[in-house]
């Protein structure tokens, strides 16, 4: 199993940035794909999540109109579009994923397969 995160890097505050992560040694299709993030000396956080099954996305109020969460499949591939992005937006972002079971979820805990992944960083 691999989610090989990429994309991040050093932007300016209101830039825009993609990040994507390749994923591989799972039935895709049946996953629930998401992105969590860690910011310098914070706890990881959810941020967005995808059922690829339905389309289904869910995001955390502070990226929540600002961030786009999207998958292709053909590509095994999850991207997460980052508009507006703030300082408070700097991180290691991650992409992981779970079997859909019916609900999308938030909990880090219900997660199985992680990327290792991204550094953000929104700077002047």
């Known amino acids: 199993v691999q989610l090989q995160a990429s994309g991040g890097g050093l932007v300016q505050p209101g830039d825009s940035l993609r990040l994507s992560c390749a994923c591989s040694g799972f039935n895709f299709k049946t996953y629930t794909m998401g992105w969590f993030r860690q910011g310098p000396g914070q706890e990881r956080e959810w941020v967005s999540c995808i059922s690829d099954g339905d389309g289904d996305t869910m995001y955390a109020k502070s990226v929540k109109g600002r961030f786009t969460i999207s998958s292709d499949l053909a590509k095994n591939t999850v991207y997460l579009q980052m508009n507006s992005v703030k300082p408070e937006d700097t991180a290691v972002y991650y992409c992981?994923?779970?079997?859909?079971?019916?609900?999308?979820?938030?909990?880090?805990?219900?997660?199985?397969?992680w990327g290792q992944g991204t550094q953000v960083t929104v700077s002047s």
């Open positions: 992981a994923g779970y079997v859909w079971h019916g609900f999308l979820e938030r909990s880090a805990a219900e997660y199985d397969h």
